[in-house]
């Protein structure tokens, strides 16, 4: 087994190698004064089993590219099996034509991704699940459920708790960790009653009195949560906390969370976290390198990557 580790998030794939106590192999990702891309392996790769750790986050086409060119390398260098590792998979919330005249990017991404030479193909907490179907290889969407209920346990009194879904989409996933740790479940119902008009949020569930806790895959900007928690404390919540998978934190989100009313944000390192989120006051990352880690050496082995979910 090898490791390429990309340079989207170099200390996740450090972490990942130190838990299956592996080196990653040496190879050279540099730029000409164009911009261009150039990649070498500077080890040999021949019949071997390897894993391209790289998120397709900010700056996503740089790194999306930077991912296919890794790859194309390997192909061309005879490795036997080559399995994408996407802790963060850009381009997923581009999953459907939202109207007339307008890209399927997810898709398009996958087949960028298949026709490059990937095998297979690791990834977490893909925004929509039939994601995985825009692939035409085996695809393992892991979750990040057990870190965040592990930490959620680790931290709350399980009684007083409340898990949140911040949208009626994101129901699922709340639901799951609402059952691990088996709490009761409430959904922030947001509409806009007029065009022109500030949306009303609607509290479906029973938050008075508890810590609540709302769960989602991506948080971007940050409005939404914001809202969410105002909407919640207004219903008569002690708390409100925030279990993101992925810290995509864009343009002034930050700034605008460490503002709010959130008691705390927590995320994972699936994206790597820029020294504003290390700064900020109320936001924690907490790391999925321990996750992916044996997702990859269960991969190598043959064995069942489901399992890691029972």
Do not use: W
Not at 62 to 88: F, G, H, K, Q, W
Not at 167 to 193: M, N, Q, T, Y
Not at 275 to 284: L, T
């Amino acid at each position: 087994m090898k490791l390429v580790a990309g340079n989207s998030n170099r200390a996740l794939s450090e972490a990942i190698a130190d838990y299956l106590d592996a080196q990653p192999t040496r190879c050279s990702v540099r730029r000409f004064a164009d911009q261009e891309i150039f990649v070498e392996i500077q080890e040999n790769v021949r019949g071997e089993d390897v894993f391209v750790i790289q998120s397709t986050s900010y700056p996503a086409n740089d790194n999306l590219m930077e991912l296919l060119i890794l790859v194309d390398a390997l192909r061309r260098s005879s490795a036997r099996r080559i399995t994408a590792v996407l802790p963060y998979f850009g381009y997923a919330r581009q999953d459907r034509r939202a109207a007339g005249r307008t890209p399927i990017s997810a898709k398009l991404v996958a087949n960028l991704i298949t026709h490059a030479g990937v095998d297979r193909v690791l990834t977490l907490d893909l925004h929509a699940g039939q994601i995985q179907g825009f692939f035409d290889i085996p695809t393992d969407n892991l979750y990040a459920a057990p870190v965040l209920t592990r930490d959620i346990k680790e931290r709350y009194k399980l009684d007083n708790t409340v898990i949140v879904s911040p949208d009626v989409g994101g129901v699922v996933r709340a639901r799951a960790i609402a059952k691990r740790i088996d709490s009761p479940l409430a959904i922030v119902d947001k509409r806009r009653e007029r065009p022109g008009e500030s949306e009303v949020m609607n509290i479906i569930g029973d938050v008075e009195g508890r810590d609540c806790i709302l769960v989602d895959d991506i948080v971007d900007s940050g409005g939404t949560l914001c809202n969410a928690a105002e909407a919640l404390l207004a219903d008569g919540a002690t708390s409100v906390t925030a279990y993101i998978t992925h810290g995509v934190l864009s343009g002034g989100a930050v700034a605008r969370i460490a503002a709010s009313k959130l008691k705390e944000l927590v995320i994972t390192d699936s994206i790597e976290p820029t020294s504003a989120i290390a700064g900020a006051r109320n936001i924690r990352v907490i790391s999925v390198a321990t996750l992916i880690a044996e997702a990859i050496a269960r991969t190598a082995n043959e064995q069942s990557v489901s399992s890691l979910f029972d």
